[in-house]
């Protein structure tokens, strides 16, 4: 947001060309052999890509290749979000005691409870077990959100390469779930449902819907990210610099945003894994061998009862 508002007549941070200093420096240092290894290797093959479709990579990519856009803004405001996330949770983790918890720590237990039993409500006490990745999601892309309200910031997820980056993550992670709780075949089953005689058709839209997944998942985050940054650069391109001040108002909706993403990409990732991961003898082996030992009580037990009538 502040870079939005750095820019020229309040117009996008894009349109101005304005791209934060440190991702000058970084192309300083690196762009060239960066754009190097670019075209000899993977520009031709974009381009071999793209021209099926009529385009090019410039096109799509939104500009020429050059050493001093070798390496993508939204690529180095990620490495930094991991790293701030990182150090965020090593600082807190140092600060944690038992004995005299101070209000922000209170804070962030709460945050973190909730968490955690929203994790057991959608999934099940069992899904406990999957709160590091929900955890890791939720400070990495809330991280990414808030990004835009610092100064030589900008927030990564108002790019599509990342927010379809993670929502690729996220259905990696829960298919991976699927197969390894179920098996393949079982996991593929799960898609027709249980009327055999429409499963064909079942089984077409879900695996339709859920290859959409990452796509909605990556778009939604995207749109929202890139919508709150074009109404602030909107509104403070109306009258500058009379209208810059109308930034500082709009920042509570920024930040509410921030976290109501954070919010949906992490609800809809529980919801997710809950279709695929089943608490331990729920389904197939377990629910065999429940009914396996009520059987085998039963057949003990008339084998006692006959025995001494045959005897």
């Known amino acids: 947001m502040f870079l939005l508002l750095a820019s020229e007549g309040g ?12 991702v000058e420096l970084v192309n300083q240092y690196i762009g060239a052999p960066v754009h190097r290894f670019q075209m000899a290797y993977t520009y031709p093959l974009w381009k071999k890509f793209f021209a099926n479709f009529g385009t090019t990579p410039e096109a799509v990519f939104g500009g020429p290749y050059t050493p001093e856009n070798a390496v993508p803004w939204y690529t180095i405001m990620f490495i930094i979000a991991c790293i701030i996330s990182v150090l965020l949770i090593w600082v807190l983790k140092g600060k944690l005691s038992e004995d005299d918890p101070e209000g922000g720590q209170q804070t962030l237990e709460v945050a973190v409870l909730a968490l ?46 990342v927010t379809f980056a993670l929502g690729l993550t996220s259905f990696a992670y829960y298919n991976i779930i699927g197969i390894k709780e179920n098996g393949l075949f079982g996991h593929l089953r ?32 995207f749109g929202n990210m890139f919508a709150d940054e074009q109404v602030m650069a909107n ?46 003898h729920e389904h197939g082996h377990g629910e065999h061998g429940e009914h396996g030992h009520d059987e085998d009580r039963l057949d003990t037990t008339s084998d006692n009862l006959i025995a001494p009538v045959m005897g």
């Open 11 to 22: 117009a996008p941070a894009a349109a101005a060309h304005h791209t934060p200093l440190i």
């Open 116 to 161: 955690r039993d929203m994790l057991a409500d959608i999934v099940g006490p069992h899904g406990l077990k999957y709160f590091p990745l929900v955890g890791t999601f939720a400070v990495l892309i809330l991280v990414s959100n808030l990004m835009g309200m610092f100064p030589l910031f900008m927030s990564p997820t108002a790019a599509t390469s």
């Open 190 to 221: 799960h898609f027709a449902g249980p009327i055999w005689w429409i499963a064909p058709l079942i089984f077409l839209i879900e695996i339709i819907g859920n290859l959409v997944r990452p796509m909605s998942l990556g778009l939604r985050l």
């Open 235 to 280: 509104i403070t391109g109306l009258a500058p610099p009379y209208t810059y001040i109308a930034g500082l108002f709009l920042m509570p909706l920024g930040l509410f945003v921030a976290f109501i993403q954070t919010f949906v990409f992490v609800l809809l990732s529980m919801v997710y894994i809950s279709e695929v991961s089943h608490p331990p």
